[in-house]
Nanobody
Framework: QVQLVESGGGLVQPGGSLRLSCAASGFILDYYTIAWFRQAPGKEREGFICVSSSDGSTYSADSVKGRFTISRDNAKNTVYLQMTRLKPEDTGVYYC???????????????????WGQGTQVTVSS
């Protein structure tokens, strides 16, 4: 049974840092492209960072480039999202997702992701 479980969310002040985890079970993480999406109140879900299954390369949207980093620990079957210099506009529910087997590169199109975690809330506020 494929499962993704996010953890690590919480309340942080602007400029602070958080590390989110996405623990995978039921499949080998290294074989699939994994992305993080987020949804702010009243907005659509958006993808912003991913790690490719083909070569482990990563891709970040401009909104998080230089502040967020994605990494993969194959031994723990877990993907991490390190977030630094957080801004109030980073507030939202954060989801990790596993791309369909047919796609190996990075993508931020949500319909290309078959499995999703339940989400973890990140709130950036003073």
């Amino acid at each position: 049974q494929v499962q993704l479980v996010e953890s690590g969310g919480g309340l942080v002040q602007p400029g602070g840092s958080l590390r989110l985890s996405c623990a995978a079970s039921g499949f080998i993480l290294d074989y699939y492209t994994i992305a993080w999406f987020r949804q702010a109140p009243g907005k659509e879900r958006e993808g912003f960072i991913c790690v490719s299954s083909s070569d482990g390369s990563t891709y970040s949207a401009d909104s998080v480039k230089g502040r967020f980093t994605i990494s993969r620990d194959n031994a723990k079957n877990t993907v991490y999202l390190q977030m630094t210099r957080l801004k109030p506009e980073d507030t939202g529910v954060y989801y990790c997702a596993r791309r369909r087997p047919s796609g190996t590169g990075c993508s931020f199109r949500s319909y290309e992701y078959l499995y999703w975690g339940q989400g973890t809330q990140v709130t950036v506020s003073s």
